[in-house]
């Protein structure tokens, strides 16, 4: 069994079109949220989401080639093509079956099936784009990325709802542990701010219909009534830690543990009694054989629902006990909104952030402290703390958990 070790860092996000900006935008308590301008909502109860801004895909690949990919795609691609650089990988002088990637999406090409089912209605199927299936299916985010970087290892996706780049992360850590590769790029990539997302969940109240972009995504406040919808994508490279010393590559972190479950309860509740989350972080930290009080900090999958902050913080006592009391907690979903599929990939790059500069972003938008929601969740402004170990939170529709634990190196 072999180390496995964090060596570059992709994002595209509501606050920041690289890893670094997102990254100090957290910092700094910069909301990303605003109404949104993809479509016309005047018919639509939600007007806020946390959109992309700026983002030209002709910066991250060939004009003609972007054409063929729908957005979350180009995210995808953009994203790993920084983590790419932002390793110092050769891949020149590598071996390109052992690199691997493993790029989810929640949901795929939402967008591009909106638009080619209104030309299916309107002018016929003859009219539908021959690209349709390509651009939407989800596993196209890995398959885009690997042509676009010409890698040849493992190329899969997992998709679990709102955990899906979690458990990508998870899965990518245990192919390196066990020898399937020598490096995996991992993460997952979102774009479902569409009339169809939107008013999906909207209908089902998942979202919150708060029009204040300051307050409408406040995880943990007893006044939350539902998450934003975010878009973008985070991806992680991983690398067996030999391989990576071997090349002096600059090591950011380490990955030392993952815990996956289900709740087996509901569509698209937690389990009320948080057992089933709970487990998944109990199973991180026996991965890494640590015990709970030497983790410091939990990135929290902290929607801004009423039900998942409420049962997350019962899981968190369940796996911590006493010891969730001197936790710091966080929800980088405060400032980016809920990237879905996406979510897991960005809330790692800010918790291996979080292990590099010893440094713990806000949750911002928090007023009014509710009595289910007890613990520290570092409301509004970001401290400056030692952190050794660190736990990303996933939960997705289905009951499905994911924990990763990271370790500063």
């Known amino acids: ?41 005047s018919d639509f109860t939600v007007k806020l989401a946390g959109e992309v801004k700026g983002f030209d895909p ?37 071996d390109l079956y052992r690199i691997g990637v493993i790029v989810a999406s929640g949901i795929g090409g939402l967008g591009t099936m909106e638009k080619e089912e209104q030309k299916l209605i309107e002018k016929g199927p003859s009219r539908v784009s021959p690209s349709l299936i ?18 040849k290892g493992i190329n899969t996706n997992i998709v679990t709802a709102c955990a899906s780049a979690t458990h990508s992360i998870g899965e990518a850590f245990r192919n390196i542990k066990y020898g399937v590769a020598d490096a995996i790029f991992c993460g997952g990539a979102e774009s479902s701010i569409v009339p169809l997302g939107i008013a999906g969940f909207a209908n089902m ?9 300051n307050t409408a995504s406040r995880p943990f406040d007893k ?28 090591i950011l972190a380490e990955i030392v543990g993952y815990g996956a479950t289900c709740d087996a309860y509901h569509l698209t509740s937690p389990d009320p009694e948080g057992t089933g989350a709970g487990k998944a972080m109990e199973f991180a930290m026996a991965e890494a054989g640590i015990e709970p009080k030497q983790v410091q900090y939990i990135n929290a999958h902290g929607t801004s629902t009423p039900y998942n902050d409420h049962f997350e913080t019962l899981a968190i006592k369940r796996a911590f006990g006493d010891h969730a009391y001197k936790l710091k907690v966080n929800s980088t979903k405060s400032m980016t909104g809920h990237l879905l599929g996406a979510a897991g990939g960005v809330e790692a790059v800010a918790t291996v ?48 958990n994911a924990s990763l634990l990271f370790k500063r190196i």
């Not at 060939?62 to 979350?72: E, G, I, L, Q, S």
């Not at 790993?80 to 050769?90: R, W, Y």
């Not at 390509?134 to 890698?151: D, L, Q, R, S, Y």
């Open 134 to 151: 390509p651009k939407i299916i989800t596993n196209m985010a890995a398959g885009n990325i690997a042509i676009e970087i010409g890698v």
């Open 353 to 400: 952030k979080t292990l590099v500069d010893q440094f713990i972003h806000p949750t911002m938008g928090y007023q009014t402290p509710d009595e289910n929601c007890d613990l520290d969740y570092v409301p509004n402004q970001g401290i400056a703390t030692t952190v050794e170990y660190a736990i990303s939170n996933s939960l997705g529709f289905g009951g499905h």
């Open 58 to 94: 002709k910066e991250y690949m060939d004009r003609k080639n972007a054409r063929k990919y729908d957005v979350f795609s180009q995210f995808a691609i953009a994203a790993a093509k920084e983590a790419l650089k932002h390793s110092g990988l050769d891949l020149a002088s590598e």
């Open 223 to 250: 006044e939350r009534d539902g998450f934003v919808m975010g878009e973008g994508a985070g991806v992680l490279l991983l690398e067996e830690y030999e391989h990576a010393k071997a090349r002096r590559a600059n």
């Open 1 to 41: 069994m072999r180390r496995v070790v964090v060596t570059g860092l992709g994002a595209i996000t509501p606050i920041g079109l690289d890893a670094e900006t997102y990254w100090n935008n957290l910092k700094e308590g910069v909301v990303g949220i605003g109404p949104i301008t993809h479509f016309d909502t």
């Open 205 to 213: 109240t998942a979202l919150s219909t708060n029009e204040d972009p």
